[in-house]
């Protein structure tokens, strides 16, 4: 008699298992997500409103960015202007006493006079930088969101045991345009940080994260909502479960329960036996 295989994981024990797994064309679909994931997500990212529709960076955003950079420069080299003749008066001031002999040229106040010399110098090369910049120029391509980690087969684990796994995790961000410029440096401080003159910069706003999980059918809807349950259980607040099929008969239903499906292709027989990226 043989020996019967015992279940490796949680989801296993309740009677769950996955016959998708084997079949050529849960691969196929797994690799179609795989290589467009960005469109994928961007497409729910859209559709859930986690980022704006269109296909541009906002005019309003942009103008009020060029006209923000503008005042920032315009204001950093007022300061710095104002900050160099203090500190050459200062050097000045130094270099007459030492000539006269007002001081005795000590080893301290060599080396202070120095560090007086090259902050002159750090500013005056920052306020030709400045003087010269000449716009913020095009702003980058537009990218509303990023792929920060994509990983298949994550597994979901409750302290040794582990309940299942997700066919796939994506973990993305929002981003948002801005320009690099220290704007809340103050250029009187003691502390010399040289500031940056302004560029376009893109930078993560929110992630969110998302549990993809691949059938070829879905012959079973009351079966798949309990996998879905069980794995919420032990997954973290907020995830975002996508089930990813051609067959999309009952996305309604999934949406009411507060699951997304978005529909792949289907893949005939001769197309799984060519690649899917011809």
């Known amino acids: 008699m043989g020996t019967r295989k015992r279940p490796s994981t949680l989801i296993e024990r309740f009677g769950f298992s996955d016959a998708d797994l084997k079949e050529p064309l849960h691969d196929q679909i797994m690799k179609w997500l795989d290589h467009n994931i960005e469109k994928v997500v961007f497409d729910i990212a859209m559709d859930q409103s986690w980022v704006s529709k269109g296909t541009n960076w906002d005019p309003e955003t942009i103008e009020g960015l060029r006209s923000a950079a503008l005042c920032y420069v315009s204001d950093t080299i007022s300061k710095t202007r104002v900050k160099l003749k203090e500190l050459e008066g200062q050097v000045a001031e130094a270099e007459n006493e030492f000539k006269n002999g007002s001081h005795g040229l000590s080893q301290w106040r060599a080396r202070r006079l120095e560090q007086s010399r090259e902050e002159v110098s750090r500013y005056a090369a920052q306020l030709q ?88 059918t879905i012959p079973n809807l009351g079966e798949l909502l309990r996998q879905i349950r069980l794995y919420q259980q032990y997954t973290r607040p907020g995830m975002h479960y996508v089930v990813v099929s051609p067959d999309d008969a009952d996305s309604a239903l999934l949406k009411d329960q507060g699951i997304l499906l978005y529909r792949c292709p289907f893949f005939s027989q001769e197309q799984r036996q060519k690649t899917l990226f011809d």
């Not at 120029?137 to 509303?144: A, L, V």
Request: net charge negative; aromatic share 12%; proline share 6%.
């Open 129 to 216: 930088s400045f003087e010269s910049w000449d716009g913020l120029g095009d702003p980058p391509e537009y990218k509303p969101m990023q792929i920060l980690q994509k990983k298949w087969e994550q597994p979901i684990t409750s302290g040794k045991f582990i309940v299942g796994f997700l066919d796939m995790y994506v973990e993305a961000s929002t981003m948002d345009i801005s320009f690099i410029g220290n704007q809340n440096h103050s250029v009187a401080d003691s502390s010399i940080e040289l500031l940056e003159v302004p560029c376009w910069t893109l930078s993560h706003r929110q992630a969110f994260h998302l549990s993809f999980e691949v059938k070829t």
